[in-house]
Structure formats: structure tokens, C-alpha cells
């Protein structure tokens, strides 16, 4: 295969989802609404049901979750439970396979085109109290101190609109910002088309394509195996996800601009022009 960087700008930064890409607490959510979804009687989540509610806001989570689940109690009852699932087991999140890794290898790496520093941050639908208590094991506090506190962007962050999460791409510009405005007077300013963003979620594809970035896909086992004959229009972020009219913004099958791989630890560091030290 080609280079990539023979059609594209070289790689100058890297923005990154969490849940579910750096560490397992899409699983731990899962974990949490099978055990009140047995507690009333329903049925485990299915993976279909389970693809649509990942990387989207919470606030669309329940309206999709509570239609499906056809629960006895009210969607704020189930939401005040599963909230106190969550906070007794969200600490427990641990990295996933290939996160440290490469992680601590782009902390040093830089562009084999232009020599500098390739520059990293975080952009995650996860609000801050969220984010504090997926990261209380030692091992994945040190994993997320890779992004600096002020290029760390959270689903509650001011600066991300109300109903302007993912698909949105609002929290992966946001993130742009963070790094330009913590750029020396001297360096460029980074260009969307100059960021690589790596995310899980179908909804997390559309907003980096929809940033005008390109995009390292890594779906769950479960994701995969949903969208298999839809891989090209995912990676188009052509999936529909939501109406928000700004149908410009998208990719075009087949169009270079994002790939799909099965695991962090299967990332390309030579496709996309980066050297680590």
C-alpha cells in the first residue's frame, strides 16, 4: 500500500477518544446494565442495541436505551441506579491492550517530514466527575497523563455546545484549539487535515470526519462485527448518526482519509509519516 502522507499533510497531532479506545469502561457500562437489567426482569443488552448507544451523549443514551428496555421504572430511576453501578465500579478501568505503548511512543515521536514533536490530546464525551473516577487506578491515571490537563477536553467542557456532542465534531475542534493555543509564537498553526484522530465509536468516526480530520478506527469486537458489510460508509462517517445538516462536512467512501484497525497495538507509525525517538 502507498503512503499515505503522499496525498495528505504530514501528521502533526493526535487526538483520542477514552471509553472504550484507551480504557474498558464501555465494557464496565455494560457490566453495570446487565446486572439492573436482570434485577427487572429484562433482557441483557443485545450488540446491536449496544453499538448505537457507544459514543454518543448520555442524555440520547437513555431515550434510545429506555424505548428498547421497556423497563418498569422510570428512565431517571434507572439512570439514578445505574449511576450508583458506575460509581462503585468505574475505578476498577484499566488500559487497553497497546494503549501505554503507543501512547508513550508519540509522547516522543515526530514527523519524519518535518522533524517536530507531534503534539497529542484528548477529546472525550465523558463529563469530568466521569473522568475522575475512570482513572483512579494508578496504572490508568498515569495512561491519560500522556495529554496535559489543559489539552484534556471532557463532555462538560464550556467550550463544547449544548447537543453538540458526537457526531458533532465540536469536541475534536475544541481539541484543535487546545494544541494551537498552546503552540510557541514561532510554530504553524496545526490545520484539521494535519490531525489523525483515533476513536471506537461510529459516532466518534462521524465527528473526526466531520472535523475534517482523518481517522484511525478501533472498533470493539462487537462494533466490527455489526458494521462489517458497512466498514467503507462508517469510515465516510456516511452512517447517519444524526440530522445535522451539514452533510458538506463529510468524507466520501473509499476516500483515504480513515482506516480501520483491530487493536491499538496494530497502529502503523510509518504509514503516517511518524518516527519515534
Known amino acids: 500500500m502507498a503512503l499515505l502522507e503522499s496525498k495528505f499533510p504530514p501528521i502533526r497531532a493526535c487526538i483520542f477518544d477514552m471509553d472504550g479506545l484507551l480504557i474498558n469502561s464501555e465494557d464496565i457500562i455494560t457490566l453495570c446494565t446487565n446486572q439492573l437489567l436482570e434485577k427487572y426482569g429484562r433482557p441483557a443488552f443485545t450488540r446491536s442495541i449496544r453499538v448505537q448507544l457507544m459514543g454518543v451523549p448520555d442524555s440520547t443514551n437513555g431515550d434510545v436505551f ?22 462503585v465500579h468505574f475505578p476498577s478501568c484499566e488500559p487497553l491492550p497497546g494503549a501505554e505503548n503507543l501512547l508513550s511512543d508519540l509522547s516522543r515521536a515526530r514527523s519524519t517530514s518535518t522533524g517536530e514533536k507531534i503534539k497529542l490530546a484528548l477529546a472525550s464525551s465523558t463529563k469530568s466527575h466521569g473522568y475522575g473516577l475512570k482513572t483512579s487506578r494508578p496504572e490508568t491515571k498515569h495512561l491519560l497523563d500522556f495529554f496535559p490537563s489543559e489539552r484534556r477536553i471532557l463532555g462538560d467542557d464550556a467550550r463544547v455546545r449544548p447537543g453538540r456532542g458526537k457526531p458533532a465534531p465540536d469536541i475534536y475542534l475544541v481539541a484543535l484549539q487546545s494544541l494551537n493555543s498552546a503552540a510557541n509564537a514561532d510554530e504553524k498553526i496545526i490545520m484539521p487535515n494535519e490531525c489523525l484522530v483515533f476513536e471506537d465509536s461510529v459516532a466518534g468516526v462521524e465527528a473526526g470526519r466531520r472535523a475534517g480530520m482523518r481517522v484511525i478506527w478501533v472498533p470493539h469486537q462487537d462494533v466490527a462485527a455489526e458494521y462489517e458489510t458497512k466498514q467503507k460508509h462508517v469510515l465516510a462517517g456516511r452512517m447517519g448518526m444524526s440530522k445535522l445538516g451539514d452533510d458538506w462536512q463529510l468524507g466520501e467512501v473509499d476516500d483515504g482519509w480513515a482506516e480501520s484497525i483491530p487493536s491499538l497495538e496494530a497502529f502503523d507509525y510509518i504509514k503516517y509519516g511518524i518516527d519515534v525517538l
Open 66 to 87: 429506555h424505548d428498547w428496555a421497556k423497563l418498569p421504572i422510570s428512565r431517571e430511576e434507572f439512570a439514578h441506579e445505574l449511576n450508583g453501578q458506575m460509581q
